[in-house]
């Protein structure tokens, strides 16, 4: 079955003044549109690649993609994965979107990073310090524990092994008709909008991301 475009658990306007409504139109109708589009095209035909899921393509480092479609398949596969999260994880400020981490994910973020304000610092520092597109992820590693990297592209966590717990879009086509150049503003308004209660859940496996 091809893979198709999700629609949003919220209005196009519901993360608004953080992400405008323009934005997404664009960011979802288009950009991750393109993504799906052309994932199908990669793998439709493919013996090798047609019928698999989402995961089984990226996993391992594309392990089972054929080298003549590896390119095609991570960016497009990728930023199927990726943007299909960064939309779940999201919510409208005060209605889910914002606030701080709970429960287990709280404690593991404290543990690891100190306190909200230094995770914060340093996932910003990862944010800007991509250059060029990309993102940035909180991840679990394999072994249970947290990180803080970004990734260039539409290179995603789930290519090494790792659950994307949150991922922030640095792509300038996520924030450059509301922020321009202003790619630090982005971040900090993005904040009120983090969905604290989906991160957990994927945190703690009780999530369950379809494609
Ligand atoms: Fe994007």
Redesign the pocket.
Known sequence: MAFSLPNLPYADNALEPSIDEKTMVI?RTK??NAYVTNLNTAVTGDAALEGKTLEQLLENNLAIVPEGKKAAVRNNGGGHFN?SLFWLIMAREGQGGGGEPIGQLADAINATFGNFEEFKAKFKAAAIGRFGSGWAWLAKKADGTLEIYSTPNQDTPLMDGKTAIIGL?V?E??YYLNYQNLRPNYIDAWWKVVNWSTAEAIYNGNFTLTF
Request: charged share 10%; net charge negative; no cysteine.
């Open positions: 960011h950009h991750h943007h879009d792509w086509h996520a």
